[in-house]
């Protein structure tokens, strides 16, 4: 029962983290617009994504 609630409180005490990136380093997509694969995903032509 000891091994259950120091596994509560890890997961209690990990749920509160939070990861801070400097400058917010995310890059999801750097080149933009669409590619030349001859594939366009429906609605995504009316946005000019294609």
């Given amino acids: 029962m000891k091994i259950f609630y120091a596994l509560a409180m890890v997961a209690a005490l990990l749920a509160g983290c939070a990861v801070y990136t400097p400058d917010g380093a995310v890059i ?3 080149h933009g617009g669409g590619g ?3 594939f366009c995903p429906p609605g995504q032509a009316k946005k ?3």
């Fill in 28 to 30: 999801i997509d750097p």
């Fill in 36 to 38: 030349g694969g001859g």
């Fill in 48 to 50: 000019g994504n294609c």
